[in-house]
T-cell receptor
Framework: TQLLEQSPQFLSIQEGENLTVYCNSS?????LQWYRQEPGEGPVLLVT?????EVKKLKRLTFQFGDARKDSSLHITAAQPGDTGLYLC??????????????FGQGTILTVHP | DAGVIQSPRHEVTEMGQEVTLRCKPI?????LFWYRQTMMRGLELLIY????????DSGMPEDRFSAKMPNASFSTLKIQPSEPRDSAVYFC??????????????FGPGTRLLVL
């Protein structure tokens, strides 16, 4: 069974601070996705990283895929209250009997205080 | 596009009752996923379909759970009989297909189920 461990589980910071969320696995994934979920809604895809070592930027968010495609990180610069939410990483399988299946991490609940 | 539509949004029922959750995927999407989310276990994949055919149901917890996709625009997840430990938020998601590992899954708003 493939598992994704996310850390930290909870993060409470002040507006303007930087933060990093980590997603680690002992398994290799074809790609890795990051989602953001707000209360009462479903997760929404932020980014997909595919190549080992890949770095993608989305405004103040920077996503990195590990060289071995087993881990990923999400870094937020100068966090704002609007960044508050649940952040989920998900590994994508592109082969075998689990083709197309997403394995989600437990999530990181981020609270940014004004 | 209206996005993935789920009904009901909230369901409160008593233990032992049958519960049916419904999902309408985005038009043109060929793959449909059912997830369950709890604080303890996070977001878990229950079952997914491709072209209306179940591909992997290994996440379905027990025989009390069943899912169907009679056509490309409708799916149901049924729990019979329901138990308090089934209380969770159930999400349906759809995607264009499974062929592309960069495929985006679009989630519905979820059904919040409480079994008393």
């Amino acid at each position: 069974t493939q598992l994704l461990e996310q850390s930290p589980q909870f993060l409470s910071i002040q507006e303007g601070e930087n933060l990093t969320v980590y997603c680690n696995s002992s398994s290799v994934f074809s790609s890795l996705q990051w989602y953001r979920q707000e209360p009462g809604e479903g997760p929404v895809l932020l980014v997909t990283v595919v190549t080992g070592g890949e770095v993608k930027k989305l405004k103040r968010l920077t996503f990195q895929f590990g060289d071995a495609r087993k881990d990923s990180s999400l870094h937020i610069t100068a966090a704002q209250p609007g960044d508050t939410g649940l952040y989920l990483c998900a590994g994508v399988n592109a082969g075998g009997t689990s083709y197309g299946k997403l394995t989600f991490g437990q999530g990181t609940i981020l609270t940014v205080h004004p | 596009d209206a996005g993935v539509i789920q009904s009901p949004r909230h369901e409160v029922t008593e233990m032992g009752q049958e519960v049916t959750l419904r999902c309408k995927p985005i038009s043109g999407h060929n793959s449909l996923f059912w997830y369950r989310q709890t604080m303890m276990r996070g977001l878990e994949l229950l079952i997914y379909f491709n072209n209306n055919v179940p591909i992997d149901d290994s996440g379905m917890p027990e025989d009390r759970f069943s899912a169907k996709m009679p056509n490309a625009s409708f799916s149901t997840l049924k729990i019979q009989p329901s138990e308090p430990r089934d209380s969770a938020v159930y999400f349906c998601a759809s995607s264009l297909g499974l062929a592309n590992y960069q495929e985006t899954q679009y989630f519905g708003p979820g059904t919040r189920l409480l079994v008393l």
